[in-house]
Nanobody
């Protein structure tokens, strides 16, 4: 059984930075694509960033390009999301997810339906 545990959320001022962490267990981490999604009240869960089984593959939502960096440490079974220059619009619950057995391309990496495993989420609040 896959377990994903996020941490690192909190309250930050606009323009600030935050690094989220997600530690996985129960399935071979090093061979899986990992993703971050977010959901704010009244909105659908949306893609933020993903990283392939080898770190050379990374994908970002247009809204996060230049402001976010996703990385992974396979020795620690952990994926990170660093977000800079945060805006109030970035306020949301951020979810870590592990992709299933679909091709590692942009379409699948960005599709919520391609991720069968999810964490419980961590709240990020950006104050103006």
């Amino acid at each position: 059984q896959v377990q994903l545990v996020e941490s690192g959320g909190g309250l930050v001022e606009a323009g600030g930075s935050l690094t989220l962490s997600c530690t996985a267990s129960g399935r071979s981490f090093s061979t899986q694509t990992m993703g971050w999604f977010r959901q704010s009240p009244g909105k659908e869960r949306e893609f933020v960033a993903a990283i392939g089984w080898y770190a050379g593959l990374r994908w970002y939502a247009e809204s996060m390009k230049g402001r976010a960096s996703i990385s992974r440490d396979n020795a620690k079974n952990t994926v990170y999301l660093t977000m800079n220059n945060l805006e109030p619009e970035d306020t949301a619950v951020y979810y870590c997810a592990q992709k299933g057995a679909t091709p590692d391309n942009a379409s699948f990496a960005k599709a919520r339906s391609a991720y069968p495993y999810w964490g419980q989420g961590t709240q990020v609040t950006v104050s103006s």
